[in-house]
Each structure stands twice: as C-alpha cells, then as structure tokens.
C-alpha cells in the first residue's frame, strides 16, 4: 500500500481541485491511500460531498493555510501548522512515501528543504519534470524554477541526480544521455558558469552529450537536459504557451468557413488524438529532486485532472522507491567527480610552479 500526504489546501483553488482530483486518484489506485491534511471540519465536508472512499483516506487537522504570495521565510517561520507543513511532516516521520502540494512553491521548496533536508552532495534541490518528446520517450528536465543563480557545481548536481532518477525508473535503457542546455553546441558557447560546467560534465563519468540546443528538447535522443532554474523555468513556460496558441491557432483555422468546419469533422479523431496528447494537465506534477523524501509540486491553477496527475507523479515515484538508489549514486559520482576536479587543480598547480 502506498501512501501520499495531500496539502489539501493548497493551490488556488484547494479544496475544491484537490478533494476531487484526489478522489479520482484513489479510484484509480486501490492500492493506495492518502493523508489529507487540511482544516478537519472543512476537509470532512468535501470528502463526504464527493463520496470519497474514506476507508483509504485519513483526516490530518492543519490549522494554517499558506498563501499563494506568501514570502516563502515568513512561511517557513510563522506556519509550522500550515497543511503544506505537516504533510511534508507526514513523510519526514515516515507515514507518508511522498507529498503532494499545489500551493506556493517557493514556500514549498524551502519548507521541504528545511525539514527533509538535501542528499548529501546536494547543495540545492532542483525542479525536475519529464517532457514528452518523440516517439513516446520522456527527457528529464531540471532546473525548472527553483534556483535562478546556479554555479557551475550546481549545474553538475542536478545533472547527476536526474541521471541516477532516470537510472532508477529505467534500469534496463542503459546510462541516460546528458545534455547541458546552452545557445549553441560549441564547447566555446554560454555564459562561463555553463562553460565551467561543461568542462566538469566532460570529464564526469556520465554519459554526456555535450551542450544541447531548445530544439534538442523534443528529438527523443536526450534522457536529462540541464539548466538553471532562470533558463529553465522559462523554456517550460514558453511550451506551455506555444501548445495553448497551436491549440487555439488549430481551432480558428477549423471554425473559418463552412468548407473547414466540414474538414474539421473528418479530422475530429486525429484532433483528439492530438490534444490528448499535448494535454498540459496530463504532464503536472514537478519532483524536487535532491531531497531526502519524495516532494511533488502541482501547478496551483491546475484542475481536478491535473491534481490527479501530479498525485499520479507521487505515487510512481514511491511505488519505485528511487530516492534509496538515487542517494547511492550521487554519492559515488559525486565523489569521483571532487576527485577528478581536485586531481586537476592540482595538475594546473603544478605547472604553474614550473613556469
């Protein structure tokens, strides 16, 4: 049985997007169930008009609600009884396998990092999420927003942690390609924190495919691609917005003239297929890679669908106990890695002193 602890008040919404996204959760996993932190009297109320199956699902009384454009230190220190708060409690004591919040993330991020703490080696956790690409594959992006200044350490961080994730979810693909996001593939392009890190990742024993270009996102040939949370925040939001204007561009074309609206019902199908398929609300749900325990951020304007698909998020993530291999392995690369860097130090030392 796994078990997920819900901010059931978090979001824009709350109550109204995650007691129904949650509902649908659990009827679709029976074999989980869920810790809704929250007010009692008002979370009893919504669970008991959505029918929910209550066999599965416990009542965690949270006095406190942190809002949506709270200052995530004044969060942190004014709402230890906020319900984003003590459902990340839940997993620290270990009653929950991972947590689910939709509210504010910086509040969320420095809540999660101050009471689950960052693997060791792991000065800051990232915001990783996977992106469809071609042929049905999924490339791991991080940073998406957490850490807009990043040094070229950092940089090389979150690279191993997103390869030792996509290593535990897919044991049998062989070593995930790592691509650093940059203007050009040119070792000589970026700024000179990418070209540190760059020159850090080549000399890494991960399987590093050199700096890759926005248009390298969707190819299928990329298991991680790397950036900062500045650059990478960005790049996820501009998607987001191109995949609303193709949809909305697609829908005016159809609806011209009689002659397209006849056209649009013969491609009605294909047109499904498609918006199925780029449904934003079906790729919701972020982890904070670099944590120790299992963090899953949902966007706060989702609806219940994407509330059900960022718990979706959670529930793989615990089911494939990852964070116990991804700890093992940011630790040996990681250590390899401080010794490659220290060995070169040195070496550059050396011949400075000859000259």
């Known amino acids: ?19 129904p996204g ?6 679709r996993r029976p074999a989980a169930r869920l810790l809704m932190v929250g007010d009692e009297a008002q979370l009893y109320a919504a669970l008991k008009a959505a029918r929910a199956p209550m066999e599965r699902i416990e009542v965690v009384h949270a006095a406190q609600v942190v809002a949506m454009d709270e200052q995530p230190q004044l969060a942190l220190k004014n ?34 990092r101050f009471v689950l703490k960052t693997i060791p080696g792991i000065e800051r956790p990232a915001i990783a999420k996977f992106l469809p690409a071609a ?21 090389v961080q979150f690279a191993v942690a997103g390869s030792e994730l996509v290593q535990a979810l897919r044991p049998q693909a062989g070593a995930p390609r790592v691509g650093l996001l940059n203007v050009g593939s040119e070792e000589i392009k ?44 960005i790049v996820l939001k501009t998607i987001e917005g191109a995949v609303k204007f193709m949809g909305g561009a697609i ?20 047109l499904k297929g498609f918006k199925n398929r780029l449904d934003p609300r079906k790729f919701n749900g972020a982890i904070f890679l670099g944590l120790r325990g299992v963090v899953v951020k949902s966007h706060g304007g989702t609806d219940e669908t994407g509330f059900f698909y960022a718990l979706e998020e959670a529930y793989h993530e615990a089911e494939s106990d ?33 000259k």
């Open 79 to 112: 709402k230890k009884d906020s319900s984003m708060r003590v459902a990340i409690n839940q997993v620290k004591e270990g009653l929950a396998q991972a947590a689910v919040s939709a509210g504010n993330t910086g509040a969320l991020m420095a809540t999660a």
């Open 251 to 270: 829908k005016q074309e159809f609806q011209a003239n009689l002659l397209t609206k006849l056209g649009a019902v013969a491609a009605m199908p294909a």
């Open 190 to 233: 970026g700024t000179e924190t990418v070209k540190q890190a760059f020159a850090l990742l080549k000399e890494s024993d991960l399987n590093f495919a050199g700096n890759v270009e926005g248009d390298d996102l969707f190819g299928g040939e990329l298991d991680v691609v790397v950036a900062d949370g500045f650059v990478g925040n």
């Open 135 to 155: 042929d049905g594959h999924m490339t791991l992006m991080l940073d998406l927003g957490a850490n807009v200044d990043c040094t070229a350490e950092q940089l």
């Open 322 to 354: 990852s964070l116990a291999r991804i700890e093992e392995g940011v630790a040996a690369r990681l250590a390899v890695i401080s010794m490659q860097k220290l060995v070169a130090e040195q070496a550059l030392m050396a011949d400075n002193l000859d």
């Open 22 to 27: 949650s509902v649908a959760f659990l009827r």
């Open 1 to 19: 049985m796994i078990t997920l602890a819900v901010d059931a008040m978090g979001g824009d919404v709350g109550l109204g997007v995650t007691v």
